[in-house]
């Protein structure tokens, strides 16, 4: 079982930065790929990164490309995301999740654990 914790959701301004940060309970966590998805309201679930169990492979929206950067630290069962260059588009609640390291990591279907989701605000 692998329980995540979201944090570091805000608000910032157009432009602007921020990082959200996943906390990861549990022995396996560094065996799992991980991934961010965020979910506008009226929206569904859209995935915006994902990084495999070593960090070696990195997977991006093209929405986020060149402004997100996805990162882990299995010593500290923790996954980041770091944005910038927000839009008031990247609005929505972020949340990550945790599964396999195989197939496309861009499906919530291939993710079992999830977190309760951080809000991210971006005013213009």
């Known amino acids: 079982q692998v329980q995540l914790v979201e944090s570091g959701g805000g608000l910032v301004q157009a432009g602007g930065s921020l990082r959200v940060s996943c906390a990861a309970s549990g022995r396996t966590f560094s065996s799992y790929a991980m991934g961010w998805f965020r979910q506008a309201p009226g929206k569904e679930r859209e995935f915006v990164a994902a990084i495999s169990w070593s960090g070696g492979r990195k997977y991006y929206a093209d929405s986020v490309k060149g402004r997100f950067t996805i990162s882990r630290d299995n010593a500290k069962n923790t996954v980041y995301l770091q944005m910038n260059s927000l839009k008031p588009e990247d609005t929505a609640v972020y949340y990550c999740?945790?599964?396999?390291?195989?197939?496309?990591?861009?499906?919530?279907?291939?993710?079992?654990?999830w977190g309760q989701g951080t809000q991210v605000t971006v005013s213009s």
């Open positions: 999740a945790g599964g396999l390291d195989s197939g496309s990591y861009r499906h919530t279907s291939e993710y079992h654990y």
